[in-house]
């Protein structure tokens, strides 16, 4: 059964940065598109960026643009997020998530269990 392992979450002040991991066990990575979301208390889950199957094409929401990168490395079966001036909402439960069909439509077949991001003042 395929999983995704998130990991790299944590406390970290304002302005500061975070890389989040994410590991699949499945032998066909890179045969999908990969992204990012994330949800905040009482808030609904949001998407925060996307990457295509060889990691050509990127997305990004407009909330993160400029600040975080996404990136993925298919023989290690990993999607990274590196994640750069680091504001107070971007406060969340980050989620790794398996993409079906164009990776554009951010249409989502597989979550990964969640990795908490906490920014501070």
């Known amino acids: 059964q395929v999983q995704l392992i998130e990991s790299g979450g944590g406390l970290v002040q304002a302005g500061g940065s975070l890389r989040l991991s994410c590991a699949a066990s499945?032998?066909?990575?890179?045969?999908?598109?990969m992204g990012w979301f994330r949800q905040a208390p009482g808030k609904e889950r949001e998407f925060v960026a996307a990457?295509?199957?060889?990691?050509?094409?990127?997305y990004y929401a407009d909330s993160v643009k400029g600040r975080f990168t996404i990136s993925r490395d298919n023989a290690k079966n990993t999607v990274y997020l590196q994640m750069n001036s680091l504001k107070l909402e971007d406060t969340a439960n980050y989620y790794c998530?398996?993409?079906?069909?164009?990776?554009?439509?951010?249409?989502?077949?597989?979550w990964g269990q969640g990795t908490q991001v906490t920014v501070s003042s």
């Open positions: 499945g032998r066909t990575f890179s045969g999908y598109g």
């Open positions: 998530a398996r993409l079906r069909g164009p990776t554009s439509r951010r249409e989502v077949d597989l």
């Open positions: 990457i295509s199957t060889g990691g050509a094409s990127t």
